[in-house]
């Protein structure tokens, strides 16, 4: 059973910088895909962004220019650098990633904005 473990998130002010980590249980270049979304309150989750075996990457149109999907094979842990953040970044974010046929999904981790 694989495990990711979130960590990074708290409180910020706008405009401010987080960086968010997930720590993989495997070796995340045996991934498909890993990605980080987020889910505010009375909302659906959402991709944030997304970072492929190739290492490609694709971000929400709300984020682009703002957030970097990255990863460190070596530490088996994928990062969200999130900067320029804004009140409507408040939400939990949650990394996923794709090994063979099955998705795997971190606890979860708050990232709050105040204005």
């Known amino acids: 059973q694989l495990v990711l473990v979130e960590s990074g998130g708290g409180l910020v002010q706008a405009g401010g910088s987080l960086r968010l980590s997930c720590t993989a249980s495997g070796s995340i270049f045996s991934s498909n895909a890993m990605g980080w979304y987020r889910q505010a309150p009375g909302k659906q989750r959402e991709l944030v962004a997304r970072i492929r075996s190739d290492g490609s990457t694709t971000y929400a149109e709300s984020v682009k220019d703002r957030f970097t999907i990255s990863r460190d094979g070596a530490k088996n842990t994928m990062y969200l650098q999130m900067n320029s953040l804004k009140p409507e970044d408040t939400a939990v974010y949650f990394c996923?990633?794709?090994?063979?046929?099955?998705?795997?999904w971190g606890q979860g981790t708050q990232v709050t904005v105040s204005s």
């Open positions: 996923n990633g794709f090994w063979g046929q099955r998705v795997y």
